[in-house]
C-alpha cells in the first residue's frame, strides 16, 4: 500500500514522548512488511542529527506555501531512519520549526502544523505519489482529513481515491485555537465546512475536525477507545466519537524490541535474559553506585520515568512516597520533567532522604535504559494512560509494573495472583493515595518472598508486545477503509 504519514514528531530525531516512539516503531515495521511509505516530520531546530544519513531532496527545494494568508519557504531533506531502510521527509521551514521546543503556547502554534500538514500533501504532489492512505497524528496534523475533503480534493489525480486515518494518542491536547483565525485554515477551505458550534464558541478545535472527518479513527488501546467515549474520558469529544460508531477503534501500541531488549540494551553494562537474570542484579547494583545511594543487594529499587503533569498521578504520592521511604528499607528513583511543583516534590524528596531516593529532572535515553534494567518495581499511578509503553518495556526487563486500571495499562498489564500464579504485574483502581499505597505495598511484599517474586517477574518478560502483531492491525484498518 501506499501510505503518507504526517508526525509532529518522530524517534529518534525529534520527541517529547510515546508519540515520537509509536510514529517511529509503525512506520518502520509498515515499510519492512513491504508497504510504500512517505513520511513527514518537521526538521525542528533543536533535532539531534549528527552521524544521521541525510541529503536534500533537489526537486523539493526553493517551496513556497501558503497557509491562510501567510506565506512561507521551505526545504524537504531526507533521513534515513537508523539501523533501517526507511527514509523519512524532513520538511525544514526555519521561520516555524527553528524554535527552542517542540511545542510552546506561542499564537502561531496551529500554523505551524498546518503548514507541515500542507507541506505534507502538496509534496505527495510534487513526487507525484498517490497515497491510498493518509495517517494523521493527534491534533497537529487532524486537518488532514478536511485538506482533503476540501482544499486538495480538485486532484483527482493524486487524492482521488485517498482515505484518511485519524490516531489520537492523547485526547487531552486538542489545538484549540481562536476562530478569529479561521482563515489559517486555507486556501480551500471555506467557514462552512468547519463545526458550527465550535465556531459560536469563537474557536476551532483541530482534534474535532479529525474525528468528524477521517476515514477511520483510532487510539492507542482498546480500552481508550472505550473510555474516549465517554463525558468523562472524552474531553469534550465524547458525543463526536460516539456518533463515528465502529469507525472508532483501539489499536495497542507495540514495543520495539530491537531498542528495548536486556538481551542487547547497548544502554546497559550488563545485558540478560530470562534464562540467567543476574545481569539485572549487577545493573542494579552499577546504578545504585552511580547514584550514591548505598543498599544492600537485595534491598527492593522502586523506579519511575514520566512527564511530570498531573494526569500522570503524581498527586498520589505526595504523603505516599515519604511514608514508605520513612518507613520501609527502599529506593527510590525518579526521571522526568513538567509541571515545577511536581519537580519540586521530586526534588524535595531527594533532599529529605538523601541516599534513598533520587530525581533526575530532564531526560536521559541513557538512563531510562539503566532504571528499566535496575529497578525491581515501576511505578504508573496515572490518572488516564491511552496507552502508556513504560510498562511494557518494564515487564521485557523484569521490572514488575504498578499500575492504575485505565487505559493501556488495564490492556497490558493482568494483576498477580499468588494463589495462581498468573498475572504479570500491581494493579489498582481507585485514583486515590490509599489506593496508591496498598499498591505498593503490595510489590513490596511480594518482593520480600523470593520464590513468588521471581514467577511475577518471569510471567511479564514472556509477555509479546511486538509491533509485528501491531502493525498488522494497521493493515487490516487500511485495507478496511479502502474497499468500503
Known sequence: ????????????????GGLGDVAAALTCNLARRGHDLRVFVPLHGQMELAGIDRHPVDFLRALTLRVGPHEFHYDVQTARVPDTDLWVYLVDCPALFDRPRIYSDAPDEHVRYLALTR???????????????????????????????????????????????????????????????AEDLGPGVALEALYKPDLGLGQVNPMRLGVIHADAVTTVSPSYAAEICTPEGGHGLDGDLRARGESVTGILNGVDYDEWNPAGDRYIPHNYDSSDLTGKL???????????????????????????????????????????????????????????????????????????????????????HMIEAAADVFLMPSMYEPCGLN??????????????????????????????????????NDFDPPAARWALETAL???????????????????????????AEYERLYERIMIA
Not at 133 to 151: C, E, G, I, M, R
Not at 445 to 454: A, E, I, K
Open 119 to 181: 507541506a505534507a500533501l502538496e509534496c505527495c504532489q510534487r513526487m507525484n505519489f498517490a497515497p491510498q492512505v493518509v495517517h494523521a497524528n493527534d491534533w497537529h496534523t487532524a486537518l488532514a482529513p478536511l485538506l482533503l475533503k476540501h482544499a486538495y480534493a480538485w486532484d483527482r489525480r493524486i487524492f482521488g481515491a485517498t482515505r484518511s486515518v485519524f490516531t489520537i494518542h492523547n485526547i487531552g491536547y486538542q489545538g484549540v485555537f481562536s476562530a478569529g483565525r
Open 391 to 428: 510498562q511494557m518495556y518494564s515487564m521485557k526487563y523484569g521490572t514488575v509494573p504498578v499500575v492504575r486500571r485505565t487505559g493501556g495499562l488495564a490492556d497490558s498489564v493482568q494483576h498477580f495472583d499468588p494463589a495462581t500464579g498468573q498475572g504479570t504485574g500491581v494493579v489498582f
Open 445 to 471: 511484599d511480594w518482593y520480600g518472598q523470593p520464590t513468588l517474586w521471581r514467577r511475577l517477574v518471569l510471567n511479564g518478560m514472556r509477555q509479546d508486545f511486538s509491533w509485528d502483531r501491531q502493525a
Open 282 to 368: 549487577w545493573n542494579k547494583l552499577a546504578l545504585l553506585d552511580l547514584l550514591r545511594m548505598p543498599a544492600a543487594p537485595d534491598t527492593p529499587l522502586v523506579g519511575m520515568i514520566t512527564r511530570l503533569t498531573r494526569q500522570k498521578g503524581l498527586d498520589l504520592l505526595f504523603d505516599v512516597l515519604p511514608d514508605l521511604l520513612g518507613s520501609r528499607d527502599l529506593r527510590f528513583i525518579a526521571l522526568g520533567s513538567g509541571e515545577r511543583h511536581y519537580e519540586e516534590f521530586l526534588q524535595g524528596l531527594q533532599q529529605r532522604f538523601p541516599g534513598r531516593a533520587t530525581f533526575y529532572s530532564g531526560y536521559s535515553d541513557e538512563l531510562a
Open 1 to 16: 500500500m501506499r501510505i503518507c504519514f504526517i508526525s509532529a514528531e518522530y524517534s529518534p530525531f525529534a520527541k517529547t
